[in-house]
């Protein structure tokens, strides 16, 4: 994956964490195993960059003000999941539709 590919996968795994909280914390129903799977895949993103940054030559500092600038990047949208959940919805509401 190139760099630009895992900054996207941890946004989107970001995102995903962050919709698993909101159902927690609605009590909706969730794989409290999902939490600890999406925390250690985004770690292993992270240091898969990182990584890459030593191979380059990247200094601590230079890493670090390469992050505050993508961060400043990121463009808000949606995750994943709730695309998935959205589309999942609105094929049920066409079938609710057509059955009447």
Excluded at 55 to 76: F, P
């Amino acid at each position: 994956m190139s760099t630009q590919q895992i900054n996207q996968e941890v946004v989107d795994l970001k995102g995903d964490l962050l919709m698993l909280l909101l159902q927690k914390s609605v009590r909706n129903e969730f794989k409290s195993s999902e939490f600890r799977r999406m925390r250690k895949r985004v770690a292993r993103m992270l240091t898969v960059k990182r990584e890459r940054e030593i191979e380059e030559g990247i200094n601590k500092r230079l890493s670090r003000k390469l992050d505050k600038k993508w961060k400043k990047s990121i463009v808000v949208r949606p995750p994943p999941s709730l695309k998935k959940l959205q589309e999942e919805e609105a094929a049920e509401a066409a079938k609710a539709e057509k059955a009447a």
